[in-house]
């Protein structure tokens, strides 16, 4: 597996320096390095890309402006030494964010975050075209007990326990099923469908977006649900009244 990149940035030395990182990294193909969105424009026109590590602030196109462009959008991450820009990019979709100065083992855990995202793009695009061969309908897509889940991913069959799952995030028309001692798992299933078979009494949704685990918690932090100190999920402003309403069951008091 390679994922296909470029990097963008109008300074040369850091240009040279993310260049130099990406090349250091087995699973990444360093296509081009751009000196601005114009000529990562010209690239992308003639190349397929996976992913894109970019400066925010360039004189021409702001880095920021030029991935909103995109409509076909290559996974993203943004460097800047602007930490301004850290919420404007998540509300992008960006993957991660890299604050300069960074160093190799910064790199590396954002391209990590790339190659996971890469992976779960993978697995749905090979899902979305089976299921479109084989005209099925949701239901087809797992199989549920009272203890475990099977699900389909790709063309696997995968065997989920119920109470391993720590959380749910809804992805458009793919859910992805975070659980403990395994990878995540992207299916094509809705999160209402979801939701209407899961047990009542361990799983709720905090999210448009997240159903959780409520035996998985481990912390609540401001308005986010941490799991174990490893992830965490935000709570949406129509599910606090609920949410609060079970943490209050259990305070000592």
């Not at 602030?57 to 462009?69: A, K, L, T, V, W």
């Not at 960074?102 to 391209?111: K, M, P, Q, T, V």
């Not at 326990?161 to 749910?168: E, F, M, V, W």
């Not at 458009?172 to 899961?198: D, G, Q, W």
């Amino acid at each position: 597996m390679k994922i296909r990149c470029i990097v963008i940035d109008d300074e040369p030395l850091a240009l040279q320096q993310m260049a130099m990182y990406v090349e250091k990294i087995p699973y990444l193909e360093l296509v081009k390095a751009c000196t601005g969105p114009t000529e990562a424009m010209e690239v992308l026109a003639t190349e397929k890309i996976d992913a894109i590590f970019t400066d925010i602030e360039m004189p021409d196109i702001n880095g920021m402006e030029y991935i909103r462009s995109l409509k076909d959008r290559p996974i993203v991450v943004f460097v800047t030494a602007y930490s301004d820009f850290a919420v404007q990019g998540f509300q992008v979709d960006a993957t991660d964010y890299l604050l300069k100065p960074f160093s190799l083992s910064d790199f590396i855990r954002s391209a990590e975050k790339v190659k996971q995202q890469y992976e779960l793009r993978t697995a749905a695009s090979m899902t979305k075209d089976k299921s479109e061969d084989d005209v099925e309908d949701e239901d087809s897509h797992g199989a549920w007990d009272n203890e475990y889940v099977f699900v389909r991913a790709d063309s696997r069959t995968v065997r989920l326990k119920i109470s391993d799952i720590q959380y749910i995030e809804s992805r458009r028309e793919y859910v992805v099923v975070f659980s403990e001692n395994s990878h995540p798992v992207m299916t094509l299933f809705s999160l209402k469908t979801i939701e209407a078979r899961l047990p009542k009494d361990t799983f709720m949704r905090v999210h448009r977006s997240f159903i959780v685990n409520l035996k998985k918690i481990t912390e609540v932090v401001q308005n986010r649900i941490v799991f174990n100190k490893e992830a965490s999920v935000p709570i949406g402003d129509q599910y606090k009244k609920d949410f609060q309403d079970f943490l209050n069951q259990f305070f000592l008091k």
